[in-house]
């Protein structure tokens, strides 16, 4: 079974445990704890790939309990990480930070190189997606030094490539994005070699966005359609939602309306099928944004309604880790159905939001769609010092489409200042 799950053959490994099941009553009360414990963390895990959360907790749960009994930390470490992922996929941010952390703690006072990675790895990204990108730093940094004393383990390779991406993320420089897509791409070899499919989906998504910021989009969607492949031949469900969300947001920036339905409308289909609510909401948000139609806005309020009613119910932690995409899209969709005022409103709160420093996916998008908004609602002087900054930024990342559209906007407003 543990060999089935090295291979993300999650049906085999099921198998496995249910075999062995019929063992345990033969053993006595120690050896019969030991296989309890085994046998349920790895369906635990065979049920978080599927995306069966509820189930995925239960037997996690279990482990852990069995875990307590026989003392064994290091096997409670690596639970701890598991449980804080089921968490982390069901939207529930406070307590998957929580379990990262005493994981980690836990890992670290043992020793234990693997599951310190393991739960490192995974807490850096949840301070990224929280806006904590200090901490993410810290948290990488810290880790590393930790790899440094205790040796090059098969983890270590993604560390290096979280990092580079945190680092990029921080950037606004072409040349230094650039630089680190360079350090992430060589990191693909091995893990293809190696067949890290979880640590190669990761890479693979990270690429995706770093071309995204630079808009590079065709190198972007061919990144996120190979973390597709990976996400449906590891049959890890949750990856692939997320890599079917990426794919949809980058139907958006392409302008291909009928991609960005079929991708958000499956994205959401199998978020809904594992409970895995901030996809779901975001997907819903997209659903409403490819029928966004000024004349017929039902279609596009009914999936609003869908995302709102999903939001209300996610920790506020969490609502806080999404609210620039969820803004970022609810504002795409006021300007598609012609509703400048509100569209305003969103795009002002959203930059309002954006980090000091980290994530720039959305700085440049939200730039210009401001300048547009401005120009729409006939403000002129202010829609020209958005579109510089809008061009300053676009210039900064060597993002040639968004020079381009900036450049435009910015030239049409001088036509009709000097007009004036």
Not at 334 to 363: F, I, K
Request: include cysteine.
């Amino acid at each position: 079974a543990v060999w089935a799950m090295a291979h993300y053959a999650t049906a085999e490994a099921e198998q496995w445990c249910r075999r062995a099941l019929r063992y345990e009553a033969e053993q006595d009360i120690l050896a019969a704890t030991h296989l309890r414990l085994a046998r349920h963390e790895i369906l635990g895990r065979v049920f978080k790939g599927r995306g069966d959360l509820p189930e995925a907790k239960e037997h996690l749960g279990c482990a852990l309990a069995y875990g307590d009994q026989l003392g064994d930390h290091e096997s409670k470490a690596h639970i701890l990480s598991s449980l804080a992922m089921v968490a982390e996929l069901a939207g529930d941010y406070p307590a998957a930070k929580t379990a990262y952390e005493e994981a980690r703690v836990l890992a670290g006072s043992l020793g234990s190189g693997w599951a310190y990675l393991r739960s490192s790895l995974y807490l850096s990204r949840l301070h990224f997606r929280n806006g904590d990108i200090h901490e993410a730093l810290a948290t990488c940094r810290q880790t590393l030094e930790k790899e440094a004393i205790w040796g090059h383990l098969t983890e270590g390779a993604s560390f290096h490539a979280w990092t580079m991406t945190l680092v990029l993320m921080t950037q606004s420089h072409g040349d230094a994005i650039r630089e680190a897509i360079g350090k992430l791409e060589e990191q693909l070899a091995g893990l293809r070699t190696r067949e890290e499919w979880g640590n190669l989906f990761n890479v693979l998504g990270f690429l995706g966005n770093a071309y995204n910021l630079i808009g590079l989009y065709d190198q972007s969607r061919a990144y996120f359609t190979d973390s597709l492949k990976v996400a449906m031949a590891s049959l890890l469900r949750p990856n692939e939602a997320a890599a079917r969300l990426n794919l949809a947001l980058q139907a958006h920036a392409l302008d291909d309306p009928d991609e960005m339905r079929r991708q958000a409308l499956q994205a959401r289909l199998i978020a809904e099928e594992g409970g895995y609510k901030p996809i779901q909401a975001l997907a819903h948000r997209l659903e409403a944004l490819a029928e966004a139609q000024p004349e017929k806005p039902d279609q596009a309020e009914k999936f609003l309604k869908a995302a709102d009613a999903i939001w209300a119910d996610l920790p506020e932690a969490t609502r806080a880790a999404f609210a620039v995409p969820d803004l970022t899209y609810r504002a795409w969709v006021a300007q598609a159905l012609g509703r400048a005022e509100d569209c305003l409103n969103l795009v002002e709160t959203a930059r309002g939001s954006l980090p000091a420093v980290g994530d720039r996916e959305y700085a440049l998008p939200l730039a210009l769609l401001h300048a547009e908004i401005m120009v729409q609602l006939h403000r002129p002087g202010e829609a020209r010092q958005t579109a510089r900054d809008a061009l300053d930024l676009a210039t900064e990342l060597g993002h040639a489409s968004g020079s381009a559209q900036a450049t435009r906007l910015l030239a049409s407003l001088e036509i009709h200042l000097n007009d004036s």
